[in-house]
């Protein structure tokens, strides 16, 4: 009997473990599905769960071809953007119509300073981007999974453009988080947007791919890029991303002579040296053109750089400097309100043409759109 008992209890506890190895791989499945590389477990919603641009079928997958990343998706997995799903070999998108973020904003907070100075501009975002940068300022948006998002309602293209419409706000932002994230829900709202006489503003760190970025100009007025700097080290090891992709970007809009602005978040110890603003802002002119505006904005410690001090307003003084000598025309600081380090003034012979203080401005001096002193045209849309 003693040794039939043994067996049973050997067989038992062979039982135990397969229950147990069971239940871990339950448990590992369930704590793994919001990982960009595990099946998802969110439920497809025909409101925000739509066929996506730009992406093709491979062997074993799909490829998106969107971004720069290019990623290869197996069934059931998402890209980095963390709102893109393989489902059935057919790539979607999971934030069309599901906005994380609304807001009525002075169009000086984007910041954008060449174009409707003054005016109220409609900004919206979604979830999700294709980068990790280490010092992102809006990360609770970039950083997080659609179904994260709390008390999310479903606004289509044609309601956001009513909702600018009839509270006589002449522009639409796609800011916070990256634009791209949600491409194909920004290139819907601009297209009625445009048709309806409103002007669009994309506040992008310019990661995209040509042939999406190309479909989508046609409706803008102002690319505002996020050029986080000119070194590949720090794109790879503080962006988890390309330098290059970035520079072949704003040399695109250049090329089809679209209004670009460029602000540089200058982090403490990462981007702030003369040698880092020299680098950017000859790039800028040489590349660019003299006329294009440059921000240089005050970093907050936040996300994983909180350790991290703010960005000091000297180094941006210095920054300005720079870029001035560098034959700049136009250059601001960000997030720091100034006495003049926010104001515009003619380049020719230095009349003050628009006087701001943070988001506030306080004196428009221009006769259609040029100094009214020498005559010199200002680049940018006035009305």
């Given at each position: 009997?003693?040794?039939?008992?043994?067996?049973?209890?050997?067989?038992?506890?062979i039982?135990?473990?397969?229950?147990?190895?069971?239940?871990l791989?339950?448990?590992?499945?369930?704590?793994?599905?919001?990982?960009?590389?595990?099946l998802?477990?969110?439920?497809?919603?025909?409101?925000?769960?739509?066929?996506?641009?730009?992406?093709?079928?491979?062997?074993?997958?799909?490829?998106?071809?969107?971004?720069?990343?290019?990623?290869?998706?197996t069934?059931?997995?998402?890209?980095?953007?963390?709102?893109r799903?393989?489902?059935?070999?057919?790539?979607?998108?999971?934030?069309?119509?599901?906005?994380?973020?609304?807001?009525?904003?002075?169009?000086?907070?984007?910041?954008?300073?060449?174009?409707l100075?003054?005016?109220?501009?409609?900004?919206?975002?979604?979830?999700?981007?294709?980068?990790?940068?280490?010092?992102?300022?809006?990360?609770?948006?970039?950083?997080?999974?659609?179904?994260?998002?709390?008390?999310v309602e479903?606004?289509t293209?044609e309601?956001?453009?009513?909702a600018?419409?009839?509270?006589?706000?002449?522009?639409?932002?796609y800011t916070?988080?990256?634009?791209?994230?949600?491409?194909?829900?920004?290139?819907?709202?601009?297209?009625?947007a445009?048709a309806?006489?409103l002007?669009n503003?994309?506040?992008?760190s310019?990661?995209?791919?040509?042939?999406?970025l190309?479909?989508?100009?046609?409706?803008?007025?102002?690319?505002?890029?996020?050029?986080?700097?000119?070194?590949?080290?720090?794109y790879?090891?503080?962006?988890?991303g390309?330098l290059?992709?970035?520079?072949?970007?704003l040399?695109?809009l250049?090329?089809?002579?679209?209004?670009?602005?460029?602000v540089?978040?200058?982090?403490?110890?990462?981007?702030?040296?003369?040698?880092?603003?020299?680098k950017?802002?000859?790039?800028?002119?040489?590349?660019?053109g003299?006329d294009?505006?440059?921000?240089?904005?005050?970093f907050?410690?936040?996300?994983k750089?909180?350790?991290?001090?703010?960005?000091?307003?000297?180094?941006l003084?210095?920054?300005v400097?720079?870029?001035?000598k560098?034959?700049?025309?136009?250059?601001y600081?960000?997030?720091?309100?100034?006495?003049?380090?926010?104001?515009?003034?003619c380049?020719?012979?230095?009349?003050?043409?628009?006087?701001?203080?943070?988001f506030?401005?306080?004196?428009?001096?221009?006769?259609?759109?040029?100094?009214?002193?020498?005559?010199r045209?200002?680049?940018?849309?006035?009305?």
């Amino acid at each position: 009997m003693q040794r039939n008992n043994s067996k049973l209890n050997i067989f038992q506890l062979i039982a135990i473990a397969l229950s147990f190895l069971l239940l871990l791989t339950v448990f590992i499945f369930f704590a793994f599905t919001k990982s960009p590389y595990i099946l998802s477990a969110i439920k497809e919603n025909g409101d925000y769960v739509r066929s996506a641009s730009y992406w093709h079928r491979v062997d074993l997958g799909v490829q998106c071809d969107l971004c720069p990343r290019n990623c290869f998706l197996t069934e059931g997995t998402r890209g980095q953007c963390k709102v893109r799903i393989n489902k059935n070999n057919i790539l979607y998108t999971m934030v069309y119509n599901q906005p994380a973020a609304i807001n009525i904003d002075p169009i000086e907070k984007k910041p954008v300073f060449h174009m409707l100075p003054g005016t109220s501009i409609f900004s919206l975002s979604t979830a999700g981007c294709p980068l990790k940068c280490t010092f992102c300022q809006n990360w609770t948006l970039s950083q997080t999974y659609p179904e994260e998002i709390k008390n999310v309602e479903i606004i289509t293209p044609e309601q956001i453009v009513y909702a600018a419409l009839s509270r006589h706000i002449p522009s639409i932002a796609y800011t916070y988080g990256e634009p791209v994230a949600y491409y194909e829900y920004m290139r819907d709202i601009a297209r009625i947007a445009h048709a309806k006489g409103l002007r669009n503003v994309m506040v992008t760190s310019g990661y995209i791919n040509e042939k999406p970025l190309l479909e989508l100009l046609p409706y803008f007025d102002v690319i505002k890029v996020d050029l986080k700097g000119m070194s590949k080290e720090f794109y790879r090891e503080e962006v988890d991303g390309y330098l290059d992709s970035v520079l072949n970007t704003l040399k695109i809009l250049r090329r089809e002579n679209k209004l670009v602005e460029v602000v540089n978040l200058v982090v403490p110890n990462r981007n702030d040296s003369d040698e880092d603003f020299d680098k950017l802002t000859k790039w800028v002119h040489d590349n660019l053109g003299a006329d294009t505006p440059v921000f240089f904005s005050k970093f907050h410690p936040d996300y994983k750089l909180a350790n991290l001090p703010a960005t000091p307003v000297k180094t941006l003084q210095r920054a300005v400097e720079i870029a001035k000598k560098n034959g700049l025309n136009f250059v601001y600081l960000g997030n720091v309100p100034s006495v003049d380090g926010e104001n515009t003034y003619c380049p020719d012979d230095n009349t003050l043409l628009i006087e701001r203080r943070g988001f506030m401005v306080n004196r428009i001096n221009l006769k259609d759109g040029k100094c009214p002193t020498c005559g010199r045209e200002l680049p940018g849309i006035w009305e």
